[in-house]
């Protein structure tokens, strides 16, 4: 079982393409699945506090991203490059964009006491130039 595994990731890794769909195909997914979470199950509990509000479009905004993202990453494995460093290097920087940007949004959002806020601020603009980078990889493709 752990050799199946082993095996995949060296695949996954040797094969940007495949990453970056498998990462987009389950980052999209989620994207759907949190955003529906923020407008359904999350605006109830936000509601009571005093930026509840500003926290719910922190929500949307790490949702959106995410959702964006995620078809950044189908599209870059879709398109087939003779420059397999630049592909690699857009799909790692999306990825870590999107787990950076979004997901400290999501944490920040869900610490109503503030515990986490001085080492999760940092981590979303960092995640932002990560996205920015994958940007700009891509258009060296």
Known sequence: MNLVLIYRLIYLSSHPGSLAWK????????????????????????????????????????????????????????????????SRAATYLFIAGVVGFSGSLYLLTLDSEKKYHKVLGPITPLGGLALIGGWVALSLL
Do not use: C, E, M
Request: zero cysteines; glycine letters at 10%; a positive charge.
């Open 23 to 86: 990462a987009g195909s389950l980052l999209g997914a989620t994207s759907v699945i949190l955003g529906a979470f923020g407008a359904h199950g999350l605006q109830s509990r936000l509601a009571s506090l005093p930026d509840g509000a500003r926290r719910l479009d922190n929500w949307k905004t790490a949702a959106h991203y995410q959702a964006i993202h995620s078809l950044a990453l189908l599209a870059l494995s879709i398109r087939q490059s003779q420059t397999r460093s630049q």
